[in-house]
Structures are given as structure tokens and as C-alpha cells.
């Protein structure tokens, strides 16, 4: 470990209580382009036959893993975005676990042309999370679960739990997708321009702004972080693991389908049964997602608690250490990193460790 990472490391628990600690952080930072070497990736198939990528982490040098934190990407994000915070969680003693979401990374994609992000609904997102705990994760990695995702994964979080209770024991959403950021374009605009490309056939077009995928800081890349150094990972996995893992901007079809989905989220009734415990981690200086639909949402769930990540674009898990030490601060917050968390005697500890895949 280089003296530059742990001195990084050291500034980024100063908020944290030294839990995390720094030689923990660090060594996450400078191993976040390498995956574990106990990790297992394969693919399972969704209810409707179609095969989703998915990956588990399970900390095999833990012999009683404390659960399994299962993380949801974000829109055109993949499994390997998140591994400096597997590496954390493992150094912590939790095992992980992760898929790419249908329509992006390596998981099935409903257009012929993988540049184009397009999804036919939001719904069957949340039978493939359903489908992963089944199938992957219950019964084979240990409990409690916890749910942690970024943007439109941190979405597909919330209606999952809405949806299919009882799954996961609580839930950390960064920059959670509750209604998209539209610069101030007035609402019939932003609905109406989406409808008539789809009543048009343009529904796969992109939309104002995105094209096929490029690679560096450009049109609205350059809203995630300030951080070059980590805004640069998703575009070293492309180049040097796999060009499939690329996905380009949103298509018209993928808009509509996102703002139905934000109006399922926030309509009347559907927050305040979310019985879950859910951290909201909002991204201060966020212009992708609308954080005042964050704040209006989070006051109406009973079991929700909002923090604001000062400093903090779009993506937080990607920001510079100071950012993320507020980040790391607020789940250690929220769970008991140290002890292990506990959400109550009815959440049954089934420490089994992951077998590997074919079993």
C-alpha cells in the first residue's frame, strides 16, 4: 500500500469513527479494479426465460459472515462498478452479492443494437430481483439481507420492496431515482416529448442529448463526479474486460418507462407500506435525479431515514474520499458495521456460505 493511499485512506474516516478504518479504505481504493478472488459470476434466467448476469462475493475468509449486502447498478452501470465497495463490505466481514439489470452490462438486452438503453417496462426489473433472491441467494448466502443500489437501481429498490416484502432486511439507496431531473423543463414537456416519439415509432431513438457510447467526460458525464480518477473505472472495465458491458444514452422508450415507473413510486398510497428500513443517501449537487421528489418521498415512508452527502454529484460511490467518507459515515450510522446489524428477532441467521456455481 502506497504512503499516497493510506494518507487518502486516513482523510476519508476522519468522519467515520475510524470504522472503516483506514487501511480498510484505502486498500479498497487501490484494488477497486480487481475483482475478488472468491467472487463467482454466471447468470440465471428470469421468469420469462430471458438470462440475467449476476455475481456473488462471499467473503470466504469469514467463517460467520455478519449478511450479504446485494447491490442494484444504476442506469447503463454494471456489476464491477461497485467493487471498491465489496472490497470494504468483505474487509468488513459481509459477503456480497450483485446483478446488471436487463437492458444493460451483461444481462439480456430487449434491443438488437446494445448502444441503445431501451427497456419495454420497469416491472420485470423487479420479478428478476425476485428471481435472484430465489434462486441465488436465499439459503446460499447469509442473512440479513441488505439491499443497496444507485440511482435507477436504488428505484428498483424501493418498488421492489413495496412489491415483494419480506426479501430484504433493510436497504441503503444512493441517489435514489424518484423523479428525473428535467432543468426545468415544465412537466407536460418532459411526459410529452417521450409520448410522441412513441406514437411517431421513434421509441428507440435516443433521447436530446445521448448517443451510442462514448468513452470520457462529455454532455452529461459530466454530472457524476469530481473524482477523474474513479469516474474512469466504468471506461477501464469496457476497455479491458469486456466492450458488452457498454451501454449507450436513453432511449425515448426508456424515458417513458422510467417517468411511469417514478409516478408508481410516488403515488398515492405505495411509500408508506414500504416497512423496510431504508437509508437515503442524497447527492447534494445531483442535476440527474430531482432531489425534491427525494425529500417529499422519504416523509412519507415510516421506516426511512434521509442524509445528505454534502459536495456530492450523481455519483456518490464514485466521489472524491472526502465525499465518500460522509457516505461510509452514514451506513455505519445506520448499521452496526462492527457487531453486525440487527433488524429484529425475526430475521433468521442462515451464515451458509455460497456454494459455487453448478450447485
Same mark, same amino acid.
Given at each position: ?126 420479478? =428478476?430481483?425476485?428471481? +435472484?433472491? !430465489? $434462486?441465488?441467494?436465499?439459503? @446460499? ?7 443497496? /443500489? ?76 469530481? =473524482?477523474?480518477?474513479? +469516474?474512469? !473505472? $466504468?471506461?477501464?472495465?469496457? @476497455? ?7 451501454? /449507450? ?111
Amino acid at each position: 500500500m502506497s504512503e499516497k493511499d493510506l494518507e487518502a485512506g486516513m482523510a476519508m474516516t476522519a468522519k467515520g469513527d475510524e470504522y472503516p478504518s483506514a487501511d480498510i479504505l484505502a486498500a479498497a481504493k487501490a484494488h477497486r479494479r480487481q475483482v475478488p478472488e472468491d467472487a463467482v459470476f454466471s447468470y440465471f434466467v428470469a421468469p420469462d426465460e430471458r438470462r440475467i448476469r449476476f455475481a456473488r462475493f462471499p467473503a470466504s475468509k469469514v467463517i460467520e459472515p455478519k449478511g450479504t449486502v446485494i447491490f442494484l447498478p444504476g442506469r447503463t452501470e454494471f456489476i464491477e462498478k461497485f467493487l471498491e465497495d465489496v472490497h470494504i463490505f468483505n474487509a468488513l466481514g459481509f459477503a456480497c452479492a450483485a446483478m446488471d439489470l436487463r437492458g444493460q452490462g451483461m444481462s439480456w438486452r430487449p434491443h438488437p443494437n446494445r448502444d441503445k438503453h431501451y427497456v419495454r417496462s420497469f416491472d420485470p426489473h423487479l420479478t =428478476d430481483v425476485k428471481a +435472484f433472491f !430465489d $434462486e441465488k441467494l436465499v439459503g @446460499k448466502m447469509p442473512k440479513p439481507f441488505i439491499l443497496m /443500489g444507485h440511482s435507477a437501481g436504488s428505484h428498483v429498490i424501493l418498488r421492489f420492496l413495496k412489491e415483494h416484502p419480506g426479501y430484504a432486511d433493510a436497504a441503503i439507496t444512493v441517489a435514489p431515482m424518484v423523479k428525473i431531473a428535467t432543468g426545468g423543463l415544465p412537466k407536460w414537456v418532459a411526459k410529452g416529448l417521450p409520448f410522441i416519439a412513441r406514437v411517431l415509432g421513434l421509441g428507440a431513438a435516443y433521447i436530446p442529448g445521448h448517443t451510442a457510447f462514448k468513452e470520457g467526460r462529455w454532455g452529461w458525464r459530466k454530472k457524476l463526479t469530481h =473524482d477523474d480518477e474513479r +469516474f474512469e !473505472d $466504468e471506461d477501464f472495465f469496457i @476497455k479491458n474486460k469486456d466492450k458488452r458491458l457498454a451501454v /449507450g444514452g436513453a432511449t425515448y422508450k426508456w424515458l417513458w418507462e422510467a417517468l411511469k415507473s417514478c409516478e408508481v413510486l410516488s403515488s398515492e398510497g405505495y411509500p408508506e407500506t414500504i416497512e423496510t428500513p431504508v437509508l437515503v443517501l442524497q447527492a447534494e449537487k445531483d442535476s440527474i435525479v430531482d432531489n425534491d421528489a427525494q425529500n417529499a418521498l422519504v416523509a412519507r415512508m415510516p421506516h426511512a431515514r434521509l442524509v445528505v452527502i454534502k459536495g456530492a454529484m450523481h455519483e456518490a460511490l464514485k466521489e472524491t474520499d472526502d465525499i465518500r467518507a460522509q457516505v461510509w459515515h452514514a451506513i455505519s450510522d445506520f448499521i452496526d458495521l462492527e457487531n453486525g446489524p440487527d433488524f429484529g428477532g425475526d430475521v433468521l441467521q442462515t451464515n451458509t456460505p455460497a456454494p459455487m456455481e453448478g450447485s
